[in-house]
């Protein structure tokens, strides 16, 4: 299939550029997905005028491309109500800051619409944030002004970010994932309809945040189809454990009492075989991105073992029938 397989760079910070490039060459990928926390750096693009022709040399030179850029810190920024975790995603000289880390993360957002333009990557990745996330139960209750409001505020909040991504004729791809204002299928439906389905706001498929869940991933991507702009390849294993429950039991991620946890891709509950058949049936072609998050497994042996899954499933569509052979010629 024409499909590319990429990796998401996001979980190898640690890394530089040129290591990872190596490192994705080797493992047999054909491109990254970058992150702007990461692998690629917003102000540069847009400051210096050498930094664009370097990070496109260093891909080309390990014969990789980019197809897509992911900024899902300051994405969650804009959206969020602060606690002092953001203060990991945005600069510390505004560290505990809530109002200057909105700003900031609003015009980084805009600004990262612009530095994909001069990178020829039309698809940015991202959280939008969610100022209800922590109302998801509704106790002590929660009204459903308060969720419209929520909704509301997303709307008013990320509105203008998209008019800028309209003029650089870029796509904002949203991960559905907990802690968004989009967290399942009737959260996206909800949030598609709040932006009048507008053509700039479309999905990062994702399946591992659904299947554990319960939701359908197939489902998901069968009735979403035309908003695919983007796919991340990551499994979840569902445990067979009766003392834990779906929420985590505040068991850091890689314990094996969790009653689920992200693995790499063909060692969890996904059915990728599904989702290969139904973006065949779409007609998707965009890349596969493997986002590599296994804390049971060596990084280097997860992101090769991974891609060479990916490679093998990533079969064509057929354009005959398989009994057309058996149809008798009168």
């Known amino acids: 299939m024409t499909r590319p397989v990429t990796l998401a760079s996001g979980q190898f910070g640690d890394l530089s550029l040129e290591k990872l490039c190596a490192l994705a060459q080797k493992s047999g990928y054909e491109g990254l997905e970058l992150a702007t926390h990461a692998h690629f750096d917003v102000n540069r693009a847009l400051n210096d005028e050498t930094y664009i022709a370097y990070v496109q040399d260093t891909l080309k030179k390990y014969n990789l491309k980019c197809w897509a850029i992911s900024a899902h810190l300051a994405g969650q920024?804009?959206?969020?109500?602060?606690?002092?975790?953001?203060?990991?995603?945005?600069?510390?000289?505004?560290?505990?800051?809530?109002?200057?880390?909105?700003?900031?993360?609003?015009?980084e957002m805009k600004r990262t619409a612009l530095a994909a333009r001069k990178m020829d990557v039309l698809v940015i990745n991202g959280f939008l944030g969610s100022p209800i996330w922590a109302w998801w139960y509704s106790y002590p209750q929660t009204t459903p002004e308060m969720v419209e409001a929520g909704f509301h505020k997303i709307y008013d909040l990320w509105t203008p970010i998209f008019d800028v991504f309209d003029e650089q004729e870029i796509r904002f791809a949203l991960e559905v994932h907990p802690t968004e204002i989009a967290f399942d299928y009737y959260s996206t439906e909800r949030l598609l309809e709040k932006f009048h389905y507008r053509p700039t706001l479309g999905l990062n498929y994702d399946p591992s945040h659904l299947v554990w869940q319960g939701v359908n991933e197939l489902t998901f991507l069968r009735d979403?189809?035309?908003?695919?702009y983007h796919v991340h390849m990551k499994d979840v294993k569902l445990q067979r454990n009766e003392k834990a429950g779906i929420l985590g039991s505040h068991l850091e991620f890689g314990d094996t009492r969790r009653a689920w946890?992200?693995?790499?891709?063909?060692?969890?509950?996904?059915?990728?075989?599904?989702?290969?058949?139904?973006?065949?049936?779409?007609?998707?072609?965009?890349?596969?991105?493997?986002?590599?998050?296994?804390?049971?497994?060596?990084?280097?042996?997860?992101?090769?073992?991974?891609?060479?899954?990916?490679r093998k499933i990533n079969f064509s569509p057929s354009h005959i029938a398989f009994d057309a052979a058996l149809k008798a010629d009168n």
């Open 77 to 107: 920024c804009v959206g969020d109500n602060w606690d002092r975790r953001l203060d990991n995603f945005a600069p510390k000289h505004i560290s505990g800051q809530p109002e200057k880390i909105r700003i900031w993360a609003i015009e």
């Open 224 to 228: 979403f189809a035309n908003r695919i």
């Open 261 to 310: 946890n992200f693995v790499s891709v063909g060692h969890g509950n996904v059915d990728f075989d599904g989702i290969i058949r139904e973006l065949n049936q779409i007609g998707y072609e965009g890349p596969l991105s493997v986002e590599w998050e296994d804390s049971g497994m060596k990084r280097e042996f997860g992101a090769a073992e991974a891609c060479a899954y990916v």
